[in-house]
């Protein structure tokens, strides 16, 4: 039983030197056979572990990783959430996810600084103000919060910004969702290990897949190089890397991987308390708790899993930050970094079973997966353990580059992501 | 970040040149008869290999040429660039 976080052991710990807390999760060998493996040891593959163990009680699980846990995407991503996507069937998948966050630092015990700052979305033309408003519509009509802003009530909002009609792309206005906001990231997947590890799921680090073992159409267990490891069910939410385990099992997957950067300043004090993004410069802004401006830039157009990403997409992002905000001119950049992004053609994620019994795949996530972090786990784990998709991610399935229905989310969805 | 060796105007920059993705994959040549699994084949489905990937690349701030490269999807390593309609080269 794991001891419980509160202002208690916080305060019992400082009396020495936080020297003796408890081990949030184990460090075990596999064992032979799990009920279900999950692969990949990010936020997505954990909550899946978690919500296996907690909501169909699916005990004898592992989540292999061949890094650390939360060091892929988890640990590289701006950390913005919101839900406010133009499609009905978006609209729910990531509404799912935002309210859950709304609850998650009690359900896990583990606070994961989900800070309800609000995003605003800007407008710089006349084709942005009308997609916006649009899509500000269809997110009230799917009960949504969505309020579109004028200039003046952006420049309300955030002061900083500049809202000055001769710069090269001005403000337009903005939409703005009051719910969304950020979360510390790092916590996320440590919050749902330490819960996932209490309920018995085995989280075996640098543990990296070599093949998937098949028998016909069904499969049999993974090669690792931990060893073999027997199971009948394999959950693959491995990010950028998904096509190299898809691969393994003979799949094909409608996906390209491509670097996206971001990149942190040196920390100053709170300047904007909220999270500004701008789809058509490609900028997107906000202030972390320790006071670092944390900056989302593009995709690089070249498939890559370098994690590194060109410095003209860098260029091209202070570009747009620099006019938009005149205030940071004289920043200082500390960190950048790159994470590999699996894009979907319909921008969309892919959470599914697949042709062969026993494989399933979540990814896809592309540019903005974070924010769905705990509905997309919820959600993976009810299409494992019940070998069917829930409603809500049923739309989201692999056959739909088939059928062609698809989940149109470019642009639509006030991108940038 | 990188260099590429346009073969019609030499090395320049990565960012003068915009990637078509990957390469090799033949237009149906009687789409007409293409069942809805092929379709999605042709349409979507990539190898999105990591290691040596074929690609087409257009010199769109150059000579605004299509070629083709063979490239370490690892480490942007290019192993060789080739003219459209040539096979690719063994690596």
């Given at each position: 039983m794991k001891n419980k976080y509160s202002i208690f052991s916080l305060i019992k710990n400082a009396f020495s030197?936080?020297?003796?807390?408890?081990?949030?999760?184990r460090d075990p060998e596999p064992k032979k056979e799990y009920d279900a493996v999950i692969v990949g040891g990010g936020g997505h593959g954990l909550a899946t572990a978690y919500y296996l163990a907690?909501?169909?009680?699916?005990?004898?699980i592992a989540v292999v990783e061949k890094g650390w846990i939360g060091g892929g995407n988890t640990g590289r991503n701006t950390t913005i959430i919101r839900s406010n996507y133009l499609w009905d069937a978006s609209a729910g998948l990531y509404d799912h996810a935002l309210k859950i966050w709304e609850g998650l630092s009690q359900e896990l015990n583990y606070n994961v600084m989900f800070s309800q700052r609000g995003v605003m979305n800007l407008a710089h033309n006349l084709q942005d103000v009308r997609d916006l408003k649009r899509r500000t519509h269809a997110n009230r009509l799917n009960g949504i919060d969505a309020v579109w802003l004028e200039t003046d009530e952006v420049k309300k909002f955030c002061p900083i910004i500049n809202t000055s009609q001769d710069i090269r792309y001005p403000v337009l206005g903005g939409t703005l969702q009051k719910r969304a906001g950020t979360a510390r990231h790092d916590a996320v997947a440590w919050g749902y290990a330490r819960g996932a590890d209490e309920m018995g799921v085995d989280i075996i680090q640098n543990c990296e897949v070599k093949g998937i073992k098949r028998s016909g159409d069904t499969v049999e267990g993974l090669e690792t190089t931990k060893g073999f490891i027997k199971t009948k069910k394999i959950g693959v939410v491995a990010a950028g890397h998904s096509s190299v385990i898809a691969n393994m099992a003979g799949l094909k997957l409608p996906l390209e991987s491509k670097p996206l950067q971001a990149l942190v300043s040196e920390p100053v004090k709170p300047i904007i308390d909220t999270v500004v993004m701008s789809n058509a410069v490609h900028a997107y802004v906000s202030q972390s708790d320790k006071g670092e401006l944390v900056i989302g830039a593009g995709t690089d157009s070249y498939v890559s899993y370098t994690q590194k990403g060109s410095f003209n997409i860098v260029e091209e992002t202070l570009k747009a930050i620099l006019e938009l905000?005149?205030?940071?001119?004289r920043m200082k950049m500390l960190r950048q970094w790159g994470g590999i992004v699996d894009i979907c053609p319909d921008a969309s994620p892919i959470i599914s079973k697949t042709s062969i019994k026993g494989l399933y795949f979540n990814c896809g996530w592309g540019t903005g997966g974070f924010k769905a972090t705990p509905g997309s786990g919820d959600l993976f784990a009810h299409t494992i353990a019940n070998d069917e998709p829930h409603k809500l991610n049923?739309?989201?399935?692999?056959?739909r580059f088939v059928s062609g229905d698809l989940v149109d989310e470019h642009g639509a969805a006030a991108v940038a992501h | 970040m990188f260099l590429i060796n346009c073969p019609y105007c030499g090395e320049r920059d990565q960012s003068e040149f915009v990637s078509g993705g990957e390469a090799h994959i033949a237009r149906p040549?009687?789409?007409?008869?293409?069942?809805d699994d092929q379709w999605a084949e042709y349409l979507f489905m990539r190898k999105?290999?990591?290691?040596i990937q074929f690609e087409r690349w257009n010199h769109a701030h150059g000579c605004r040429k299509w070629f083709n490269v063979a490239r370490d999807t690892s480490n942007d390593k290019i192993e060789k660039i080739y003219k459209m309609g040539e096979q690719p080269p063994k690596l």
């Amino acid at each position: 039983m794991k001891n419980k976080y509160s202002i208690f052991s916080l305060i019992k710990n400082a009396f020495s030197n936080h020297e003796n807390w408890q081990r949030a999760w184990r460090d075990p060998e596999p064992k032979k056979e799990y009920d279900a493996v999950i692969v990949g040891g990010g936020g997505h593959g954990l909550a899946t572990a978690y919500y296996l163990a907690k909501k169909h009680n699916l005990r004898n699980i592992a989540v292999v990783e061949k890094g650390w846990i939360g060091g892929g995407n988890t640990g590289r991503n701006t950390t913005i959430i919101r839900s406010n996507y133009l499609w009905d069937a978006s609209a729910g998948l990531y509404d799912h996810a935002l309210k859950i966050w709304e609850g998650l630092s009690q359900e896990l015990n583990y606070n994961v600084m989900f800070s309800q700052r609000g995003v605003m979305n800007l407008a710089h033309n006349l084709q942005d103000v009308r997609d916006l408003k649009r899509r500000t519509h269809a997110n009230r009509l799917n009960g949504i919060d969505a309020v579109w802003l004028e200039t003046d009530e952006v420049k309300k909002f955030c002061p900083i910004i500049n809202t000055s009609q001769d710069i090269r792309y001005p403000v337009l206005g903005g939409t703005l969702q009051k719910r969304a906001g950020t979360a510390r990231h790092d916590a996320v997947a440590w919050g749902y290990a330490r819960g996932a590890d209490e309920m018995g799921v085995d989280i075996i680090q640098n543990c990296e897949v070599k093949g998937i073992k098949r028998s016909g159409d069904t499969v049999e267990g993974l090669e690792t190089t931990k060893g073999f490891i027997k199971t009948k069910k394999i959950g693959v939410v491995a990010a950028g890397h998904s096509s190299v385990i898809a691969n393994m099992a003979g799949l094909k997957l409608p996906l390209e991987s491509k670097p996206l950067q971001a990149l942190v300043s040196e920390p100053v004090k709170p300047i904007i308390d909220t999270v500004v993004m701008s789809n058509a410069v490609h900028a997107y802004v906000s202030q972390s708790d320790k006071g670092e401006l944390v900056i989302g830039a593009g995709t690089d157009s070249y498939v890559s899993y370098t994690q590194k990403g060109s410095f003209n997409i860098v260029e091209e992002t202070l570009k747009a930050i620099l006019e938009l905000y005149p205030i940071f001119s004289r920043m200082k950049m500390l960190r950048q970094w790159g994470g590999i992004v699996d894009i979907c053609p319909d921008a969309s994620p892919i959470i599914s079973k697949t042709s062969i019994k026993g494989l399933y795949f979540n990814c896809g996530w592309g540019t903005g997966g974070f924010k769905a972090t705990p509905g997309s786990g919820d959600l993976f784990a009810h299409t494992i353990a019940n070998d069917e998709p829930h409603k809500l991610n049923a739309s989201f399935n692999i056959n739909r580059f088939v059928s062609g229905d698809l989940v149109d989310e470019h642009g639509a969805a006030a991108v940038a992501h | 970040m990188f260099l590429i060796n346009c073969p019609y105007c030499g090395e320049r920059d990565q960012s003068e040149f915009v990637s078509g993705g990957e390469a090799h994959i033949a237009r149906p040549k009687q789409p007409t008869e293409l069942n809805d699994d092929q379709w999605a084949e042709y349409l979507f489905m990539r190898k999105n290999i990591k290691g040596i990937q074929f690609e087409r690349w257009n010199h769109a701030h150059g000579c605004r040429k299509w070629f083709n490269v063979a490239r370490d999807t690892s480490n942007d390593k290019i192993e060789k660039i080739y003219k459209m309609g040539e096979q690719p080269p063994k690596l």
